[in-house]
């Protein structure tokens, strides 16, 4: 099950101790009806036909029953934007390294706090055991490992 912006919301006021979700800074203009935008940690130029990788401003830390998908947002996608890498299972803390890959005409720049990428928050069925690999607690770009 997909969660909806109030899910989203009310999941935000629970503490973490408690299965509360966490995006520090949260923008409520970043807010879906059934998303949320992450916006770009620092101006980039996204060169034609490379790929690069660009850290999400927020922190986000999943509890034991959300995982979420990472999608393009479609105006990115219409310039020929497309994201690599987009699972993030329950339990995960850290920044979001997005792996960007232009196949577009022209160079695309991003302005530091730009929304770039829509996360959708899904329901787990039951509670897991939870992310514990290296990406854990990871802050800013985090290169292959």
Request: charged residues 25%; proline residues 4%; hydrophobic residues 35%.
């Amino acid at each position: 099950m997909i969660l909806s912006s109030r899910s989203i919301r009310a999941r935000l006021d629970v503490p973490r101790e408690e299965g509360g979700l966490i995006i520090e800074p949260y923008a409520e203009e970043s807010q879906q009806p059934a998303s949320y935008d992450l916006r770009a940690s620092e101006p980039i130029n996204i060169r034609r036909n490379m790929m690069t990788l660009l850290a999400s401003k927020e922190w986000v830390e999943l509890p034991l029953d959300i995982a979420a998908t990472l999608r393009c947002r479609s105006s990115f996608a219409r310039r020929g934007i497309f994201i690599s890498g987009g699972f993030v299972d329950p339990g995960f803390r850290g920044h979001l390294t997005l792996c960007l890959y232009n196949c577009g005409t022209e160079d695309v720049s991003v302005q530091e706090g730009e929304r770039i990428v829509q996360m959708i928050f899904q329901q787990v069925d039951t509670q897991t055991d939870g992310y514990a690999g290296r990406y854990q607690d990871s802050h800013g770009v985090v290169a292959a490992r």
